[in-house]
Every structure is written in structure tokens, then in C-alpha cells.
């Protein structure tokens, strides 16, 4: 997560693309249901978020943390919506996506364990 540290100190409104990164997670699994389809989908995406999101690095790690983070909440934990988290960390895992979005998958198991839990 050191590129989104980064650009937070240079001011960038770092915000604005999770905002819009989490609005584009949600349109585009509207109709996804497996690791297996995110697996797909999210080597064709990681452009979009490249573009949108601050640039290839902070793009990668925006992807990854607000396709996870986007259904865990600190009251609650990921509660019902685990499924859809596991979901999310498997796909991208899996993904043919360039290899330097690992890091930030291994920072998001690090973050939340109960994504390794079977």
C-alpha cells in the first residue's frame, strides 16, 4: 500500500478513486457469482483502474484494496458478505493481471486473516 501512502502525502485525491473504484466493482460483479468469473474479469479490468485510479501503481493497489475492503466494515467484520470477499481475494489471486498486484493481495490477507479461513 505504499504507492496509495504516497499519494495521500502528495494530495491526490486518493478519495476520489476509491469512490469510483468501488462504484466500478459493483457494476461490473452485478452479475458475477464465483472466484472463477472475478478471475476473468479482473485481468480485463485492471486497466480501467490504471487509468482512473492514479496511475499503474496506485491503480493496482486501489484495485485490490477496495474490490476486498468494499464489504468489510469495522462494526460488523465482512459478516455475511465473506463469501463475496473470499471470492474477490481468490479471483484476484488467480488472475493473469501483471504480477506486482500480489503484494497488495498478501497486504489484504495480512489485514483481514479470516480470507485464508476455509
Known sequence: MRFIIEAL???DPVSDWFTAAKQHWTEVLKDVKSADEIVDLASCEQSWF???CGG????QEIMVA????M??????GFDA???KAKAMYIGLSRSTCSSEILDPIQNMAMLYPELNEM
Open 56 to 59: 499503474r501503481d496506485v491503480g
Open 81 to 83: 458478505d465473506l463469501p
Open 9 to 11: 502525502l502528495r494530495g
Open 50 to 52: 490504471e487509468n482512473v
Open 71 to 76: 464489504y468489510y466494515t469495522t462494526a460488523c
Open 66 to 69: 477496495s474490490g476486498i475492503a
